[in-house]
């Protein structure tokens, strides 16, 4: 299965500000997604990375608070925008080969706002 | 709209012991089954994966099996270990348009030395 290196692995940030987290697969994938987990929660897709186009967000995410770029197939980044307390999670980049494999994650980006 | 439940939500036991977790889930259409773990603030990794064709996976101490007419599986742990210890999570893929994985909401095991 694929190897995920994402990075960073745990920020402090100022409110109003902007992180950059940046997901690096070792082989080329169909799939790419962001994960967010809040405290104590599950897990919550924000959107599918798609080579070349635009990103598809799931319902309650838009693309001026979470761009994401995906210029090839084994990388990705997911922008935090204009951060607030309440965007204090956990990110997660994961990958998928294909339909029907399974899913791969990345080791996460703990993500304190202050 | 599918839905996935986990019970125990938290589970406390003493080491050796041997253990279930439960998932259950709410539409049978699904192409697989994936259990995971977590350990606190970290990333996921991947336990087994269920194929919908298939009833049971085995992986050392880890044994998952999916009935999906039911709507349900299980992760059995054998001889737990307190490395045990982390949140464990199931996850589904619909056959519905989406390659989305819909989570369960965890089992949180700590294993007593």
């Known amino acids: 299965s694929a190897v995920i290196s994402q990075k960073p692995s745990r920020d402090i940030c100022q409110r109003g500000t902007s992180l950059t987290i940046q997901c690096q697969v070792d082989?080329?994938?169909?799939?790419m997604f962001w994960y967010r987990q809040q405290p104590g929660q599950s897990l919550t897709l924000i959107a599918t990375a798609n080579q070349g186009s635009e990103a598809t967000y799931e319902s309650g995410f838009v693309i001026d608070k979470f761009p994401i770029s995906r210029p090839n197939l084994t990388f990705s980044t997911l922008t935090v925008s204009n951060m607030s307390p309440e965007d204090s999670s956990i990110y997660l980049c994961?990958?998928?080969?294909?339909?029907?494999?399974?899913?791969?994650f990345g080791s996460g980006t703990r993500l304190t706002v202050v | 709209k599918q839905e996935v439940t986990q019970i125990p939500a938290a589970l406390s036991v003493p080491e050796g012991e041997n253990l279930v977790l439960n998932c259950s889930f709410t539409?049978?259409?699904?192409?697989?089954l994936q259990w995971f773990r977590q350990d606190p603030g970290k990333g996921l990794t991947s336990l087994l994966l269920?194929?919908?064709?298939?009833r049971e996976q085995t992986s050392g101490r880890l044994n998952a099996s999916l009935d999906k007419s039911s709507g349900r599986s299980t992760l059995y742990i054998a001889a737990s270990q307190p490395g045990d210890s982390a949140t464990y999570l199931c996850a589904v893929r619909p056959t519905s348009g989406t390659y989305k994985y819909i989570f369960g909401t965890g089992t949180r095991l700590k294993v007593l030395a």
């Open positions: 082989s080329q994938v169909t799939m």
């Open positions: 994961s990958v998928s080969a294909e339909q029907g494999s399974g899913y791969t």
């Open positions: 539409d049978s259409a699904i192409y697989n």
């Open positions: 269920i194929q919908s064709s298939q």
